[in-house]
Nanobody
Framework: QVQLVESGGGLVQAGGSLRLSCAAS????????MGWYRQAPGKERELVAT???????VYADSVKGRFTISRDNAKNTVYLQMNSLKREDTAVYYC????????????WGQGTQVTVSS
């Protein structure tokens, strides 16, 4: 079984910064792509950013130039540095990872709330 635990969410003023962390634990051989997704009230979950095991990154257009995804493979942890936050970034942010156990399986964290006030 694999667990993903997010931390770092909270309330911040527009223009501010937050750093999210997501640590993976449990029984697995390796981790492929990890990523962050978000879901705002009344909207579908959307991709924010992903990072491969060799650190290739993909970003949603809405966060390019403001957010940076990174990972520490030795710690099985992925980060999301969020700068110049806007009210429209308010959402629950979910961590995701593709884990090799007996086969390749997606796992999700429980989510962490990010609220940006004006």
């Amino acid at each position: 079984q694999v667990q993903l635990v997010e931390s770092g969410g909270g309330l911040v003023q527009a223009g501010g910064s937050l750093r999210l962390s997501c640590a993976a634990s449990g029984s697995f051989f390796s981790i492929n792509t990890m990523g962050w997704y978000r879901q705002a009230p009344g909207k579908e979950r959307e991709l924010v950013a992903t990072i491969s095991s060799v650190h290739n990154t993909v970003y949603a257009d809405s966060v390019k130039g403001r957010f940076t995804i990174s990972r520490d493979n030795a710690k099985n942890t992925v980060y999301l540095q969020m700068n110049s936050l806007k009210r429209e970034d308010t959402a629950v942010y979910y961590c995701n990872g593709e884990f090799w156990t007996d086969y390749l399986t997606d796992y999700w964290g429980q989510g962490t709330q990010v609220t940006v006030s004006s």
